[in-house]
């Protein structure tokens, strides 16, 4: 029998530092990503989806912008490494 495994490689997308690369507004990064403002707001503050569309669409975001590797860290979420209080 043979079984099919998905593996997620799950990195912590910094949602603020993204928009911030993409010069979106909240609002702009919301219609894009087809939710209500206060769900970008709630990314930024540290929930972010762990599977779907929008978790998609915020990867294929971040590898787009030019710099990614200033909005996704594969280690530790923004504020928990050096100088953090």
């Known amino acids: 029998m043979r079984y099919a495994y998905h ?10 530092a993204l928009r911030a690369a993409l010069g979106w507004s909240r609002a702009e990064l919301a219609l894009e990503a087809g ?9 930024e503050n540290g929930g ?3 599977r779907g569309p929008a978790k998609a669409l915020l990867e294929r975001l971040a590898a787009n912008v030019d710099g990614a590797s200033t909005a996704t ?8 490494g050096e100088g953090a209080r």
């Open 7 to 16: 593996v997620v490689m799950d990195k912590h997308i910094d949602v603020s």
């Open 73 to 80: 860290a594969a280690t530790e979420p923004a504020g928990s």
């Open 48 to 50: 972010i989806p762990r």
């Open 35 to 43: 939710v209500d403002v206060s769900t970008v707001c709630r990314w």
